[in-house]
């Protein structure tokens, strides 16, 4: 009976510890695939070698992938009305710097010029004056400075009085005084030759506009002589409410939409709020690259800040999908991890990203497909 009893009492001994394994077996499974919790709520299950692209910053670079740092948004977006002009310091106005006629009209209207080619050329006896006097001032500096070094040598001979070589010093610096004033007026005049002929030139690279000079004409100080402009220094301004001139971004990247149906990057670099307490602001942006011409009519959308809380905003090329869930690819110490996100509002070429990202990372931007495409490469090589 006693046999029987510990036979049956080892038996649900080995029953337990079975149990006890499987148990201790299935929590350990459990636990290994649990999906973890992040910081901002979102789950997914814990990175795997899957989810990263080994690809160096500098070789991402390369291939054409850009590095990027989510922006705050959200607010809004606003489409604004603009047009193309030139840059503040893309037009110049070529005038006469002193009176004279106009012997010779170097080029025409329409005419593509650098800095420094000759617009035109003038006759002046003002200017020949000019050019006399800095000759004059000259020579009297020369003369002054040697009678100042005459003296100081007889000076320390004994032969002549401190104050003698004291006076002949001080004539020497006013003579110099005297020559810098002179070579100041003439540079005014565009450095004419002795004989008073001048000639005019383009002070920045682009294409004369305006001519006004004609051969034979005879021009007043300060008579417009010709017009340049460089179109390939052009901005773009857009009239803004004056409501959401405040919550507009200096540096904002935005798309511009030209008549052909291009979409142009551009950098906001001013806001200007409406003069006067007007209903207008004025908003200026700066192309990233070609624009259209200057005088055309465009848009732009624009997304309005929200403040500090607003959405984490992403450039939309950086929203890719991989597996069938929407992920963007962030920097780590080994390439470019895919993280799971929550994209929320798309426009002006951007996307509000709703969880899976703190705002201070910094993420694959233009070419993230490329990451796509290298992560998609990996998957398909696994057994």
Do not use: C
């Not at 709520?41 to 850009?66: F, I, N, R």
């Amino acid at each position: 009976m006693s046999a029987r009893r510990y036979i049956i009492a080892s038996g649900v001994a080995l029953v337990a510890a079975a149990g006890l394994g499987y148990g201790a077996a299935r929590l350990v499974e459990d636990r290994r695939v649990a999906p973890v919790r992040e910081a901002d709520g979102a789950e997914h299950q814990e990175h795997g070698a899957t989810d990263l692209v080994p690809l160096k910053l500098a070789d991402a670079a390369a291939a054409g992938v850009s590095v990027v740092t989510p922006a705050r948004g959200g607010g809004g977006d606003i489409l604004l009305p603009g047009r193309v002009t030139l840059a503040a310091n893309a037009l110049a106005a070529l005038g006469a710097p002193v009176s004279g006629a106009v012997e010779r009209v170097h080029v025409s209207a329409g005419a593509n010029v650098a800095a420094g080619t000759p617009i035109a050329t003038l006759r002046s006896a003002d200017a020949a004056s000019g050019r006399a006097s800095l000759d004059a001032a000259g020579a009297s500096a020369r003369a002054a400075q040697a009678a100042a070094g005459r003296d100081r040598r007889l000076f320390e001979a004994g032969v002549v009085a401190r104050q003698d070589w004291e006076a002949s010093q001080a004539a020497a610096e006013k003579a110099q005084a005297d020559y810098r004033a002179a070579q100041a007026q003439v540079r005014t005049m565009g450095g004419p030759a002795a004989d008073g002929v001048t000639i005019l030139r383009s002070p920045i690279t682009g294409v004369v506009t305006r001519i006004e000079a004609q051969v034979g004409g005879v021009l007043s100080q300060g008579a417009p002589v010709a017009e340049i402009a460089d179109p390939s220094r052009a901005d773009y301004v857009f009239d803004a409410p004056a409501a959401a001139a405040d919550s507009i971004r200096l540096g904002q990247v935005i798309h511009v939409q030209t008549p052909d149906g291009q979409e142009l990057p551009a950098t906001i670099s001013a806001v200007a709020p409406g003069a006067g307490g007007g209903n207008t602001a004025t908003v200026r942006a700066r192309p990233s690259g070609k624009t259209a011409p200057v005088g055309s009519v465009v848009s732009a959308r624009v997304i309005t800040a929200a403040g500090a809380g607003g959405a984490i905003i992403v450039p939309s090329e950086a929203v890719q999908t991989v597996a069938g869930r929407p992920v963007v690819f962030v920097t780590e110490a080994g390439g470019f991890r895919a993280r799971p996100v929550t994209p929320g509002r798309v426009a002006a070429g951007f996307t509000e990203i709703l969880r899976g990202l703190a705002g201070a990372e910094r993420i694959a931007g233009k070419g993230a497909f490329l990451l796509k495409a290298e992560l998609g490469k990996g998957e398909g090589h696994e057994d």
